[in-house]
């Protein structure tokens, strides 16, 4: 159905776009049913279904194609129960750190900064491909390259706290001439 729409491919649009929110909204909405199921309980059904995800690609073989091409989509449903389990058990988390609610404000940014390919190129394929070069084991590999992805997206946080007024300035703009047009509409 989304092979001929390369729009559509793998759900990366704005209809599934939304539709994350909506399951977000959803699982905010009934947080009095998930807060009656264990936080261990959550933890263990996302576990258990990342587990024989991950089974299924590696070990069967007929399958692996198919797990692949329907599992890992922006539209798949499994990746829709993998959501809703994830913002269960954050709905259930009571963050209280300053930090954490002040970064928590720019991940949106974080994310649409790292989606233009000039950006991921340069900051994360090359990097990482050259500190995989670099470092002999995954033992030194891996916690290089989580620290290197925090370091990025710290300056991330950093580029959206610094443009944050400026983008206030554009909205206060934005919400003057719409009311101005709106006048000059309805007194024509």
């Known amino acids: ?45 996302y576990f258990l279904l990342n587990f024989f995800l991950v089974l299924g690609v590696m070990y069967i073989p007929l399958m692996e194609g198919n797990i692949w091409k329907y599992a890992f989509g922006y539209n798949s449903p499994i990746m829709y129960i993998n959501c809703i389990l994830v913002l ?5 988390i009571n963050i209280t750190n300053k930090f954490v609610n002040w970064a928590g404000g720019s991940i949106f940014a974080c994310y649409l900064l790292q989606c233009p390919g000039i950006l991921w190129e340069n900051l994360f394929v090359i990097p990482v491909r050259h500190l995989d070069a670099i470092l002999t084991t995954p033992y030194l590999t891996i916690p290089c390259i989580c620290a290197y992805s925090l370091f990025i997206m710290l300056v991330f946080i950093c580029v959206d706290k610094i443009l944050s007024p400026l983008w206030d300035v554009f909205t206060g703009f934005g919400q003057k001439l719409d009311a101005r047009w709106h006048t000059n509409v309805i007194n024509s």
């Not at 649009?13 to 261990?40: A, E, P, W």
């Not at 269960?88 to 259930?92: G, H, M, T, V, W």
Request: hydrophobic share 45%; charged share 15%; proline share 0%.
């Open 1 to 45: 159905m989304t092979h001929s729409d390369s729009a559509l491919v793998d759900g990366k649009n704005l209809t599934n776009f939304m539709l994350l929110y909506v399951v977000g909204d959803t699982v905010r909405n009934y947080q009095y049913k998930i807060n009656r199921i264990s936080m261990g309980g959550i933890i263990a059904a």
């Open 88 to 92: 269960a058990i954050f709905s259930k």
